[in-house]
């Protein structure tokens, strides 16, 4: 099937930095990829929508100026937490739909710590 | 509105005996419905997928599961539960009937006893 890749699968940062984390389709083309964020022990929540060449579409209560998202290439979106804090913890996770759109695919998921 | 609710937070068994996952959905519109799995700070695999084709589902690892439109259920099983099952499970209808934005289930830990 189809790959998605995220890295990093981990990350530590300190409070008030930015972290970056990429998710790229290897072997398919992906207009449209979306970004999850997962607590503890928790179902896994749509932040946004991101859609190669225009704005993303963030879900009601996501901060877009805080998670910053850019999809700048068929198969690559990034997705930037600025001025990290310990509450944005989490692990993130993308996913894209696959070539023929009858499947998401998801990333292996970011571990990130904010201390 | 779609929505999907996984009626069992936890579900324990031991070894060799049957899963039984429970989901419930709600949707407008002719659901797509799936199964993913998830373990430890691991990304999701699909396990199987209804998408209005037959009502039946074989997906992968042994799983199945039923698509009952009478009662709105989309409930994961499998005869013989193995010890690498353990992990979480989520039900996920999608948006309209496409396949844009995924609504998931709260999900079940699976723990598997020897």
């Known amino acids: 099937g189809a790959v998605v890749s995220q890295h990093p699968s981990w990350v530590i940062c300190k409070s008030g930095t930015s972290v970056k984390i990429e998710c790229r389709s290897l072997?398919?083309?992906?207009?449209?990829m979306f970004w999850y964020r997962q607590f503890p022990k928790q179902s896994l929540m749509l932040m946004a929508t991101s859609n190669e060449g225009s704005k993303a579409t963030y879900e009601q209560g996501v901060e877009k100026d805080k998670f910053l998202i850019n999809h700048a290439s068929l198969t690559l979106s990034t997705l930037t937490v600025t001025s990290a804090h310990p509450e944005d913890s989490s692990f993130y996770i993308c996913s894209a739909n696959g070539p023929t759109a009858t499947e998401a695919f998801f990333g292996q998921g970011t571990r990130l710590t904010v201390v | 509105a779609q929505s999907v609710t996984q009626l069992d937070s936890h579900v324990s068994v031991s070894e060799g005996t049957p899963v039984l996952l429970r989901c419930n959905y709600s949707?407008?519109?002719?659901?797509?419905l799936f199964w993913y799995v998830q373990h430890p700070n691991k990304g999701l695999q699909l396990l199987l997928k209804?998408?209005?084709?037959?009502?039946l589902v074989k997906g992968i690892n042994g799983f199945e599961a039923e698509f009952k439109k009478s009662e709105t259920s989309f409930h994961l099983t499998k005869p013989s539960a193995h010890m690498s099952d353990a992990a979480e499970y989520f039900c996920v209808v999608t948006v309209s009937g496409g396949y844009n934005k995924l609504i998931f289930g709260a999900g079940t830990r699976l723990a598997v006893h020897p």
């Open positions: 209804y998408t209005s084709a037959a009502t």
């Open positions: 072997d398919f083309q992906a207009t449209t």
């Open positions: 949707s407008s519109y002719s659901p797509s």
